[in-house]
């Protein structure tokens, strides 16, 4: 903050103060003239000006002296020096019109204290680890934004592993190397579930609605309990105040796109019931344990009536450079404010 000092209020001005060397001369020249003629009273904090018309008045001239009636001011004459007295306009303070005087500009604040990197940490499954994209995955891409929001430079560990399930993931947090990493991390992003369920059942009309189908209610539950303990995990590695954590949700947990559509009318059915479901699990983990959720479908098929092709590569299961800047977008917009206070 700048040390600007504050107007006073009502647009009164406050006189500028004489200078230095006026000032010195002035008093020179005053105690010249009171050795001879007596001792002046100057009231030290009403300025020179006031001191002098109030010191001399009453004073009777002594041989020699003469005063000038014509003059506002006394004229000591003879060998001693006259007193000249200051314009008006300099000698009296502004009239106090009651307004309190401005107080002083507050101090400049200190300079903020140096932070060091922006540790980030992912855990997931093909999709957090960028699997055949040959492109900054959404993970690495969402810490570099929030290095440069934050002007600090960023430390991303990418612990993803293509084809994970959550069990799987529940049990890599078991390795040293990756609690490591999260007791420093200052933000987790989680994505997880969609390799749980078996594939083989979207195209079994049996299994529709996929929603609490007996298809997939047992791996429903077993994923709920999963990423509750994932969670509950990951937030007693933590150590670093006010530590973040993202669960991020999927367009599809199996193909999508034209790829997804040549697997039949049913496929497609089945999968896109599936995927409603499991965010729906996802998010409401993610509510219960206070931590964000990132909606990854919205962004790639709007109310389910979009075709995300555009953002896959040709397996029509993971994200291309496209998909995965949407990603990264979407995941900024969850992270909101706390963008700028990890």
């Known amino acids: ?35 001879a003629v007596g001792a002046v009273s100057i009231p030290a904090a009403a300025g020179v000006g006031v001191g002098l018309d109030s010191g001399l008045k009453g004073l009777a001239p002594t041989s020699g002296e003469t005063t000038d009636p014509s003059h506002s001011s ?15 306009d300099e000698e009296r303070p502004a009239p106090d019109d009651g307004t309190p005087e401005a107080p002083p500009a507050p101090p400049s604040a200190p300079p903020p204290r140096s932070r060091g990197p922006l540790t980030v940490v992912g855990l997931g499954d093909s999709i957090e680890s960028g699997y055949n994209c040959d492109c900054t995955n959404y993970v690495e891409s969402v810490g570099h934004r929030l290095g440069e929001i934050q002007q600090r430079p960023v430390t991303v560990t990418n612990t993803a592993v293509p084809g994970a399930t959550s069990q799987d993931l529940l049990a890599q947090l078991d390795d040293p190397g990756v609690q490591s990493a999260l007791k420093t991390a200052e933000l987790v992003v989680i994505e997880i579930g969609a390799n749980d369920f078996d594939e083989s059942h979207a195209y079994d009309t049996r299994c529709q609605p996929s929603r609490n189908s007996p298809c ?83 962004p790639f098929k ?6 995300p092709g555009k953002y896959l590569i040709d397996d029509g299961d993971h994200p291309n450079a496209a998909g995965h800047g949407l990603l990264s977008d979407s995941a900024m917009a969850a992270l909101g404010g706390s963008a700028t206070t990890l």
């Open 216 to 298: 997939y209610a047992e791996t429903a539950t077993a994923l709920r309990n999963n990423l509750t303990t994932i969670i509950q995990r990951v937030k007693q590695l933590q150590t670093v105040p006010n530590a973040t954590i993202l669960v991020a949700g999927y367009w599809n947990v199996f193909r999508d796109g034209e790829v997804g559509r040549q697997q039949g009318e049913v496929y497609v059915t089945g999968a896109d019931q599936l995927t409603r479901w499991v965010n729906t699990i996802i998010n409401d983990v993610a509510a219960q344990a206070g931590v964000g959720y990132a909606d990854f479908y919205t």
């Open 1 to 35: 903050m700048s040390n600007t000092s504050i107007p006073r209020s009502g647009g009164a001005h406050r006189k500028p103060r004489r200078s230095g060397r006026r000032r010195a001369a002035f008093l020179s020249m005053l105690f010249a003239s009171s050795s």
């Open 74 to 88: 006394s004229i000591i004459s003879g060998n001693r020096p006259a007193i000249d007295r200051p314009a008006p």
């Open 302 to 307: 709007g109310a389910g009536d979009q075709d």
